[in-house]
T-cell receptor
């Protein structure tokens, strides 16, 4: 199993550009989540999904969209990039409630 | 609501020293508790877990015991190595809090030779 994979590893955007961060898992997990990690802020939940076709907002959803058309994939879209979105983004998946999460290697995004 | 509080860092230890990183939690139900480790430039990896009171999770020489009476899940290791230098996160998840996973803010550990 590859586990949770994320692409790209690094990305530089200009303010106002849009892009999609890709996340995929091959463990047949129902639950998937997106986090951002900033120095001194820990991990903050952006959006999550409890199954194909079901998504919901986390703590910091503004400026991001998600969709979940398949169990495997959970892309994160930045609609109009802003410097405040400079961060490291992690995708995670888990089998269900009360189970451990498995994390991808992260995408380091810089918005200039 | 649910939350996790872990000791502030950074922590610096000499090789072979004893490690304790404190973690306490607040939960409305019966959570599962986890410790994650993040090495520089990498994602979080599950280090150990415990799913009910008095369970002890262990892995790679690290241990933590789920103490319901003190709402704690402290991480310990008897003899740290340079390779243990990383950031450690305590976390909880429980059945009746929807879909969220609650993380502590992380504790940075540096082990010097």
């Amino acid at each position: 199993n590859a586990g949770v994979t994320q692409t790209p590893k690094f990305q530089v955007l200009k303010t106002g550009q849009s892009m999609t961060l890709q996340c995929a898992q091959d463990m047949n997990h129902e639950y998937m989540s997106w986090y951002r990690q900033d120095p001194g802020m820990g991990l903050r939940l952006i959006h999550y999904s409890v199954g194909a076709g079901i998504t919901d907002q986390g703590e910091v959803p503004n400026g991001y969209n998600v969709s979940r058309s398949t169990t495997e994939d959970f892309p994160l879209r930045l609609l109009s990039a802003a410097p405040s979105q400079t961060s490291v983004y992690f995708c995670a998946s888990r089998k269900g409630r009360n189970y451990e999460q498995y994390f991808g290697p992260g995408t380091r995004l810089t918005v200039t | 609501g649910d939350s996790v509080t872990q000791m502030e860092g950074p922590v610096t230890l000499s090789e072979e020293a004893f490690l304790t990183i404190n973690c306490t939690y607040t939960a409305t139900g019966y959570p599962s508790l986890f410790w994650y480790v993040q090495y520089p430039g990498e994602g979080l990896q599950l280090l150990l877990k415990a799913t009910k009171a008095d369970d002890k999770g262990s892995n790679k020489g690290f241990e933590a015991t789920y103490r319901k009476e003190t709402t704690s899940f402290h991480l310990e290791k008897g003899s740290v190595q340079v390779s243990d230098s990383a950031v450690y996160f305590c976390a909880l998840s429980e059945m009746n809090t929807g879909n969220q996973f609650y993380f502590g803010t992380g504790t940075s550990l540096t082990v010097i030779p």
